[in-house]
């Protein structure tokens, strides 16, 4: 009871900023609600008036702290429910929001090591160059001499987004019990993922792990970097990396001027998504152009890895066989495999679905962003969840996130080009190691491999056991014996059969592949 008052009060102080900040618009669309508009309009701040809606709403979720900061560079991304222009306002909530002084950050880093700052770093800019939700960062030079960027948690950050969440979560738990229609978006599951996430991005040693991670991924890769860590100037609470230079991805101005090719970045672009979700699995999953730049040798380099996917081996050849599916136009490949991940219910019509497929895909098939409405083909895509029953994938959202904003950057560089286009024939080469006759031979090896490793271990334990109860004076029946005996006859030969799989895997790869013709 407690806990729901408390979160009611908090609702309450919530609706009231967002009044002050004329910011309900969106409620606007709701009949019911209109006495309660009409009230609200009292607390209005005048001064706000000429503000466009989109200003507004950003305002007001800057008051209301860093969870709700991070709701608005969510719903940044979804243009499809707010409209172009309040999702291009929302988007400066990215990395320009009020600072802490730098003062109170060289205070955080000597608490953190427990040493002056004067005995890290022989420079320490006091002015942060970007200032986010849950950090900021600022330059400096360390005693040795090296430029690095220093992120900074902002005080309090910790406690804040704990309570929000603890809100967010009450709210779904409510929304499931109220409104059976809504359970299959899985709000809870939702919110438990964005919580987990957050834990992460609270600790600043697990941000420098998983930057560490994404540059061990690309070593040799001389299209897309990542900064060096500073391990020793990094923890809890404090980051340290290499200062990158460089201009922002979005800045195409600069980028032509600097004599950039931009059909060379897009296809890095691409390459980089490509390779981090299907070839590794571990993806950036807030690749904003804020955190993306193209420095002098013209590669991509990303920074802030406070947020980062994983997808397992199934869920990549999903993924992989639904999108080549949709860019071949084969809507039936596309069905089945929704169907096979058990994303759509048994009990509905395979048909039907390939047909909904279809209507997904034909208006969308080898045409350039500018003449998609991704509007209109998002809120296609939520009307067929909706028909077909389908349960909301709380693993997938980092990855719908991460494909909006790099299809935004690519709509801002050239938005005559469809970048998933120039990916297909990477995703084609992947699918034919990964999911061809060869690859799925080797995997069935693996698989048996891991199943002979295990015979040793049964018969040891066998053993184990039997001796255990000679020990302990049990006294085994003859029948018993022979069955022991009879069950170790049978497993062992199973010890050779690898062999001889391998000897005719090796024969049958060297036919297909032509060898000794």
């Given at each position: ?7 009611l009060?908090?609702?309450a ?12 618009f ?11 508009l ?11 008036a ?25 719903l ?12 291009a306002?929302l ?51 360390t ?6 960027a ?21 709210l ?6 109220t ?18 996430s ?9 941000e ?29 609470t404090?980051?340290?990396t ?16 600097a ?22 699995g ?16 013209g ?19 999903y ?47 080898g ?6 409405s ?24 980092l990855?719908?996130?991460?494909m ?59 053993d ?10 049990v ?30 895997a ?10 000794g013709?």
């Open positions: 009871m407690f806990r729901s008052l408390r979160h009060a908090r609702l102080r919530i609706a009231v900023t967002l009044a002050r900040h004329d910011a309900l969106p409620l606007d669309r709701v009949a019911a609600t209109a006495p309660f009409r009230v609200t309009r009292l607390v209005r701040r005048r001064s706000l000429a503000a466009r809606p989109g200003e507004r709403l950003a305002a007001a979720l800057a008051e209301l702290g860093p969870s709700f900061i991070k709701l608005g560079q969510i940044a991304t979804r243009a499809d429910l707010l409209g172009d222009e309040i999702a306002d988007a400066r909530l990215q990395d320009r929001l009020p600072p802490f002084s730098g003062a109170l950050a060289r205070q955080l880093i000597e608490t953190e090591f427990e040493q002056p700052i004067g005995a890290m770093f022989a420079r320490f800019d006091e002015t942060p160059v970007a200032a986010a939700s849950i950090a900021q960062v600022h330059f400096a030079v005693a040795e001499g090296r430029e690095v220093v992120k900074v948690l902002r005080p309090g950050i910790e406690r804040a987004f704990a309570r929000d969440l603890d809100l967010f979560l009450w779904a738990h409510l929304a499931e019990r409104q059976p229609a809504l359970r299959r978006l899985k709000p809870v599951d939702v919110v438990e993922t964005l919580s987990q957050m834990q992460i991005e609270m600790d600043l040693r697990f420098a792990a998983a930057a560490s991670e994404l540059a061990e991924n690309f070593e040799g890769d001389p299209t897309f970097r990542m900064p060096r860590i500073d391990w020793q100037r990094t923890g809890r404090v980051l340290t290499e200062r990158v230079a460089g201009i922002r991805i979005d800045d195409r101005e600069a980028l032509v001027a004599g950039c090719d931009i059909g060379v970045i897009l296809r890095n672009a691409g390459a980089a998504f490509f390779n981090q979700v299907f070839r590794d571990f993806f950036h999953a807030d690749m904003h152009p804020g955190n993306l730049f193209v420095d002098p040798d590669a991509l380099a990303v920074i802030d890895f406070g947020i980062m996917g994983r997808l397992d081996r199934d869920t990549r050849y993924l992989a066989d639904m999108l080549i599916g949709f860019l071949s136009g084969d809507y039936r490949r596309v069905a089945q495999v929704h169907f096979d991940a058990g994303y759509v219910p048994r009990r509905r019509s395979l048909e039907a679905f390939t047909q909904a497929c279809r209507s997904i895909g034909e208006p969308i098939l045409r350039p962003l500018h003449e998609i991704i509007a209109r083909l998002l809120a296609q895509l939520f009307h067929v969840t909706e028909q077909f029953e389908m349960e909301a994938q709380p693993q997938l959202l990855l719908q996130k991460t909006v904003l790099v299809e935004g950057i690519g709509r801002r560089l050239d938005p005559t080009v469809n970048i998933w286009a120039m990916a297909q024939p990477l995703v084609e080469d992947w699918v034919r190691e990964n999911r061809g006759p060869e690859a799925q031979l080797r995997d069935r090896l693996e698989d048996f491999a891991e199943l002979v490793e295990e015979i040793p271990r049964l018969l040891r334990g066998l184990k056991i039997v001796g255990d109860w000679a020990r302990e004076g006294v085994m029946h003859a029948e018993s014996l022979a069955t022991q005996a009879a069950h170790r006859a049978r497993l062992l030969p199973l010890l050779v059969i690898p062999l001889w799989l391998a000897a005719f090796l024969i049958a790869i060297a036919a297909t592949l032509g060898f013709r």
